[in-house]
């Protein structure tokens, strides 16, 4: 959820949720032991062989398949809308009737302990279900906070607090729509995370746990983004100041960039070169994110900066990925890593 909150609550404004939708797989046992074929470097015909003893084909009418597949789907995405527009107006209207408090009485399920326990001291039973693959319980939600965010600060306990009317309507999309609705949650700008339904998130989980840095959460609280990273490679950055230069830049890739995104890294010297091979905007998945960051890393500095040359490579990069349709024609920024003023880069440009 992205929500703006303070001491006066302004109006309500958007809402970001995702929402778990089942996907039915093909035959497992096949499909795994076909899988494990591969992976041992079995013969061809080995694997031919498996697959025909275990295969039965039949023939299918495909407009009628297309048909099946076609009211499948929409009915999980009627679903999955219906879902999301409950929890929609339950917020809303939960966040209306709150009166905001700084000495407010707290208590809620705390998802970071095992078993799970509320302020007051009480315990919350968990059960395994199959469908989660985990131990939850279906009468309530948990509250994940970064390890650097206290519940005794006022933005964070009323925030708590007025998400805490959305169980409501987590249990009514669980009861009326089980068969295409799994797990149901909610991030704040304050790091608050509500989890429905309440389940244990393991310790190695805890230490960078932050749903300000998950994805979806980037994804929805903005539309997506063109961005060219000018990062400046010349001789002044020596020692301490090209460390905090690669730690910023990496950071603005890995929390600020979502995969809805398209980005390219820039090195500025004596003249401008990209620093990896994509001399273009790439969508910044995992694999592409891996590669920017890699290649700050691998950054030397040497000589001097050229950011005359710097813009002009990034804004025939922005002009050059719209022309492709490698760009999210979207939001476009240009974003300058630099040991140098502003007014220093400007006087670049005469």
Request: hydrophobic share 35%; aromatic share 10%.
């Amino acid at each position: 959820m992205s929500i703006r909150t303070t001491s006066t609550p302004p109006m309500f404004l958007a809402m970001v949720l995702t929402i778990m939708v089942r996907v039915v797989s093909p035959n497992e046992d096949i499909s795994n032991r076909l899988f494990n074929l591969y992976n041992s470097f079995i013969n061809d015909s080995v694997v031919i062989d498996s697959y025909e003893s275990n295969t039965v084909l039949h023939k299918v009418d495909s407009s009628a398949l297309g048909g099946m597949v076609s009211r499948v789907t929409s009915n999980e995405f009627k679903d999955a809308s219906s879902a999301l527009t409950r929890i929609k107006d339950t917020g809303k209207k939960s966040y209306e009737r709150h009166t905001w408090n700084k000495r407010m009485k707290l208590n809620y399920w705390n998802g970071f302990t095992n078993p799970l326990q509320s302020k007051n001291g009480s315990f919350l039973p968990l059960e395994h279900l199959d469908r989660y693959d985990a131990d939850v319980s279906l009468s309530a939600s948990t509250i994940n906070l970064p390890i650097d965010v206290y519940d005794n600060w006022t933005e964070v306990r009323n925030t708590i607090q007025w998400t805490k009317g959305l169980d409501d309507a987590f249990i009514y999309n669980y009861e009326e729509k089980a068969d295409n609705i799994f797990w149901q949650y909610i991030g704040t700008p304050q790091g608050v995370m509500r989890t429905y339904p309440a389940t244990y998130i393991p310790a190695k989980d805890q230490v960078d746990f932050d749903v300000r840095k998950r994805p979806w959460y980037n994804a929805g609280i903005g539309c997506p983004k063109d961005m060219v990273l000018l990062v400046d490679t010349s001789g002044s950055l020596e020692g301490f100041p090209v460390r905090l230069l690669k730690t910023t830049a990496k950071s603005l890739i890995e929390l600020i960039v979502s995969d809805t995104d398209f980005i390219t890294v820039i090195g500025v010297g004596h003249t401008a070169e990209y620093l990896t091979c994509y001399e273009h905007l790439m969508r910044a998945n995992k694999a592409v994110k891996r590669v920017m960051i890699d290649a700050i890393n691998d950054i030397k500095p040497n000589g001097t900066s050229n950011w005359r040359k710097g813009f002009e490579k990034a804004f025939e990069t922005l002009k050059t990925s719209h022309e492709m349709k490698q760009s999210a024609d979207c939001e476009k920024a240009i974003v300058l890593f630099s040991d140098e003023t502003g007014q220093a880069v400007i006087s670049y440009f005469g």
